[in-house]
């Protein structure tokens, strides 16, 4: 942002895990992150709120959140052009060069971006590739929030602009273990001399029901501090998170539910029999081990399915295991 050439930006992640708080939060402390704040006007935008039906509803909504910087609407030379009206396509973008001239970047912080996407008569490849321009000579800075890359419904939508290359993408997930504790321990992973929010017992609990999550353990921390200025216990926590946990889309929980249970299925328990074929003795690497386990699995499915019986599968370990 405070290059000679400024970057738009892509946030891309899962629903609920926070591309719209980082996006917030950015607009709210921008002006500790610049050396010269007067430079930029920052703004957030969630286009989903503005009901952007029309390309016109569009650059109002953008102007407004403009004028409401009073360094903005007290100086002519930034919010005249802004008052134009109509606001459409042209007027917008002679308004956004102007402020290139007065020497003011305006970074535009568009949440729930894919709105755009409904009404593809109106935001077609005229409006994306106009914005491309105006990112292009440095007029304008986007931080774009989505649940995909941009090319991505560039392809979905048949769209050819080259709006959609941009040019730094963020990917969010869960957190990392350090990042985790860093966030438990706030403020005191922050601020000097200051004393963590949770307590030891307080951040354990949190960090057992929402695991790495961003978006569930901001839920498990808020029941946690609840809990304690209202005097409950434990159990009331671990109830309240069930029923605030399902405001996460189901399909993310039950996809890694899914997934873990397949993969220890498949690969953990089949590995693990194979290693018993090792630990007695075999000279066996995990793809083996892997393959005779899996032989054993099926076996013993086929034996409670009574294909086979149990002398069976007894024969096949101690062929494995070369007992005679």
């Known amino acids: 942002m405070g290059g000679a050439q400024p970057t738009s930006i892509n946030i891309v992640g899962e629903k609920r895990i926070g591309k719209s ?7 709210l402390t921008w002006e500790q992150r610049v050396q010269n704040s007067s430079r930029y006007v920052v703004i957030y935008l969630s286009l989903q709120s503005v009901h952007c039906q029309r390309e016109e509803n569009f650059y109002l909504a953008v102007a407004q959140e ?32 102007e402020w290139k001239r007065q020497g003011v970047l305006p970074v535009l912080c568009l949440d729930d971006f894919k709105t755009l996407f409904d009404n593809q008569s109106e935001f077609n490849n005229d409006f994306y590739n106009n914005l491309r321009s105006l990112m292009n000579h440095n007029s304008v ?19 050819t602009s080259s709006f959609f290359n941009l040019g730094h993408v963020i990917k969010l997930g869960e957190l ?8 438990l321990r706030l403020p005191a992973s922050t ?43 434990e159990n009331w926590v671990k109830t309240h998170f069930v029923q605030e946990s399902r405001r996460l889309p189901q399909s ?15 690969w953990n328990l089949p590995v693990r029999l194979g290693r018993v074929v090792k630990f007695l003795g075999g000279t066996v690497d995990d793809v083996s081990s892997w393959i005779k386990g899996m032989a054993i699995l099926v076996m013993v499915i086929l034996v409670f399915t009574r294909v086979i019986n149990w002398n069976e599968v007894w024969d096949f370990v101690r062929d494995q295991l070369g007992i005679k």
């Open 21 to 27: 708080s980082l996006l917030y939060h950015f607009f």
């Open 66 to 97: 403009l004028l409401n910087f009073s360094s903005v609407a007290t100086n002519q030379a930034l919010s005249d052009p802004l008052k134009i009206r109509p606001l459409d396509r042209i007027v917008f973008s002679d308004a956004i060069r």
């Open 141 to 159: 800075m986007l931080v774009i929030a989505s649940q995909h890359q941009l090319d991505f419904y560039s392809k979905k939508h048949q769209l």
């Open 176 to 183: 990392q273990e350090d990042e985790v504790k860093d966030l």
């Open 191 to 233: 601020v000097n001399n200051a004393a963590p929010a949770l307590s030891m017992d307080e951040q354990r609990l949190t960090q057992q029901l929402a695991g790495s999550h961003p978006f569930l353990l901001q839920i498990a921390g808020g029941l946690v501090c609840e809990a304690r200025q209202q005097g409950h216990d």
């Open 252 to 266: 993310r929980l039950d996809s890694r539910r899914w997934w873990r249970g397949l993969r220890w299925l498949v």
